[in-house]
């Protein structure tokens, strides 16, 4: 089972980026997908997350407004579209995948930097 994600870079602040999670190795059906940071010095943090249907979302609350997740199931992938973008949403950025929100299993990680 692999989870990897992409799209990560550097960016000015005030822009955007789109990050991509494809899995691969087994079905997904019927997980929830998430995004996860963790910016330098700090613990690992809630992003947002989607439900298999994509009906629901739940945001951190400094992503809320700014971050939108969505999920093609079709591709197996998760999307993160990072509006806005502030030097402290520098941080490396995971995916993760599990039912119920039991984040079994995660990505390798993308690195964002956000230049002021």
């Known amino acids: 089972v692999q989870l990897q994600a992409s799209g990560g870079g550097l960016v000015q602040a005030g822009g955007s980026l789109r990050l991509s999670c494809a899995a691969s190795?087994?079905?997904?059906?019927?997980?929830?997908m998430a995004w996860f940071r963790q910016r330098p010095g700090k613990e690992r943090e809630f992003v947002g997350d989607?439900?298999?249907?994509?009906?629901?979302?739940d945001y951190g609350d400094s992503m809320k407004g700014r971050f939108t997740v969505s999920r093609d199931n079709a591709k197996n992938t998760v999307y993160l579209q990072m509006n806005s973008l502030k030097p402290e949403d520098t941080a490396v950025y995971y995916c993760?995948?599990?039912?119920?929100?039991?984040?079994?299993?995660w990505g390798q990680g993308t690195q964002v930097t956000v230049s002021s």
């Open positions: 993760a995948a599990g039912a119920q929100r039991s984040w079994r299993y």
């Open positions: 989607i439900s298999w249907s994509g009906g629901g979302t």
């Open positions: 190795g087994r079905t997904f059906s019927g997980y929830y």
